[in-house]
Structure formats: C-alpha cells, structure tokens
C-alpha cells in the first residue's frame, strides 16, 4: 500500500498531531463512551450485578453499599440510579471490588488489592474534586487511553518509520479494538495498564533506563502480568546488539522485585491469587484449575484469543520482518497462558499485546522500501 502521496507536510507537523487527537477523542465517544449511559439512552446492553454470588472472602454489607439496586436479576430490571451507569459492564465482579478499592484500600480483597496504583489515584481524585468515583474512572480511563493512543502512533512513527497516514490509523486500530471498547466506560484496569505497555516498549526500544524503571514498578502496581516486563528490554537489547549485562539483570529483576515487595508490604503470598487462592499452598482457583483438560474450554479460549484483536491476529507472520517485535512476540503465549489459568477476562487482558500485535499487522502496509526501525535503519521522527 503506497501511502507516499498522502502525508501530511512535515513542516506542519503540530497541525498533523492536532488532527490526531481530534480524530481519536471523535471515535472515544463512538466506540466506547456511548456505552456508559445505560438503555434508557437506546444502548441495548444489559446490567449486571450480582451482589448474590460475591466471594466468600467479601463482606457483603460492604459490597452492597456500592451496589444499592439489583441490575437484572431473576428476570427483573430495575432502572438505572444517578451514574451506576458502569452496571452495564460484563466483567460487574471485578468493577465493583474497584470502585469500593477506590473508595478505601481496606474494602478490597486478593488480587485486586494488589493492583492499587489506578484505584489509589482515582479515589484521591474523587475525593479532591467531588466526582463519583465511577465517573473519576470513566475519566480517568479516557485520559489514559488517549495518551496511549497518541504515543502508539508516535511509536509508529519514529520507531518503525511509518507515514503519518498509516501511524494515525494504528492510532486507530487501537481504540477500536476490543479490549479498548470494552473497558473505558467502566471502572477498569485495562486503560492503565496499557498506558504503561506502551511506555514501557518506547523505553526498551530507546534504551531510556530510568523510564523503563518507573514504568515497570507502576506495571505491578497496576496488573500482575508485567511482572514479566523484563523479556520487552531483554528483546530490545538481543535484537540492538548493544547493552550492559548488568543493566539487562537489573531491568529483569526490578518488576519481580517490585512484585514480591508489593506483595510483603500489603500482606499476602507472591503467588496469591484471584480470590485469596495461594498457588505455593497448592491451591487454585476452582474454575480455572482444570481448563486445558476440557475440549470445550480450549475452544473458548481460541475464541477469545481471537476476539482480543480479531483479524489482526494475522500480522504475526510480518514478524520475521521486525527482529524486535520478533523476541517481544515471547510475550504472547505467555500472557495468553497467564490469563487463560488465572482470569475470568481473557480479552481484556491480552489487550497489553498491543504493540506487538497491531504494530505486526501494519507491517502488510508499509513499504519495504519505506519499513525501518532503529534495528534496521536509522531512526527518523
């Protein structure tokens, strides 16, 4: 695809960022905010809360101080109250114990106590400003995923010297895919964690250490599968050829480090997971403990593997093209793996393989005479 004739003057540059962010916060509204207002707006989702079925570890008065109404339940709606909008969410579980960890770390249970950097600044925010928390996240998260959106396409751009035209659309693909859409509305982790995806591959790939540090300790404090964020520098160096083997130790061992001394400061074991489960007692949460035995489960998670980016999936044989998106790509099965025995919200989390994924996928539009990175070619803006 020869995009050559469609760029924007580069002397005109702030013009073309410009258009960027009026271009992404048009389709935040009209891919993702839209779903916030509930059907009494014409959004024919349903509410969901299930106060009935918390876990035992809750207490209940607790949680059903944050859910007054009853959503859908035995068949009978109820309408919506002021900005319980955020009922609608299909993942209601997980958004609940957020709100009420915003509202006061002690409310919060295993894991979600772990992940307490986007609830901590939500409730601050909340409480600073005078906003419900549902909202001060709806707010957050849109803030979140435009500051992404607008350093992916940098990232296109200079890192992998994609034309303006095809970086604004990775911008695109990006708020459109379905792990975006389907957690801005809600209170939700996701926009967090992939603001922190991004920074952390621009640091590995320009080799910015102390960004690379601050990024992966906010990555564990924000979702455990960055305990892993390591392999990310670990490619960038294989694939630059150039690095310090203390420094690569010490960009692998920081997010574990970080992992492990959230884990001591807060209370609780390193392998502690979804609802007080501890893997190093050799517990495992029920649901998920025998999934790769069952035909009928392997099959979901083909599905929803799937469904996290769709047809972009097929961008993954461009990745012999890219000696860094190559090594980065060891992340997939591992994340896919991770959230398979260990979530209920497959499509959602694998959503942080967004670099890798949709930066793949561009690659069938791009130039071979135009494709360059810092791994292959010299670095342009």
Known sequence: MDTKGYQLNPMKTPIYWVICVLIYLGLLYSTSLQNGFGPEKGVTLNYFTTPKTHPPNCNETQFE???????????TPSESIGDNFWKMSGFFGDAGFYVMQAD?????IPPFKYRFLPTMLVGWTSK??????????????????????????LFLRKYFNFSQVLALIGGILFLTMAPSTRTIPFPSLEPASFLVAMLLFIAAISRNVPLFIISSLAGVATKEVFVVAGVIWLASEVSLKKGNLAV??????????????????????????????????GEFPKDYATRLLHPSTLF????????????MWIGLINLRKNKFLLRSAVLIPVVILAAFLLSGQIIRVLGVLFPVVITSFMLFFHRDDEQGSPIEKKMTV
């Not at 101080?65 to 339940?73: H, M």
């Not at 600073?128 to 928390?133: A, C, F, N, P, R």
């Open 65 to 75: 101080k944050f859910f007054p109404d009853q959503g859908i339940l035995n068949g």
């Open 104 to 108: 006061s770390l002690a409310l919060s």
């Open 128 to 153: 600073i400003v005078g906003w419900s928390i549902p909202n001060t996240f709806t707010i957050f998260n849109t803030i979140c995923i435009a500051i992404t959106a607008l350093l992916f396409t």
């Open 248 to 281: 690569t130790l010490m960009m692998i061992l920081i997010p574990i480090a970080g992992f492990g001394l959230i884990r001591y400061i807060i209370g609780g074991s390193p392998l502690e997971v979804n609802f007080g489960y501890n893997i190093m007692k």
């Open 300 to 311: 979901e998670l083909a599905i929803t593997v799937f469904l996290s980016f769709s047809f």
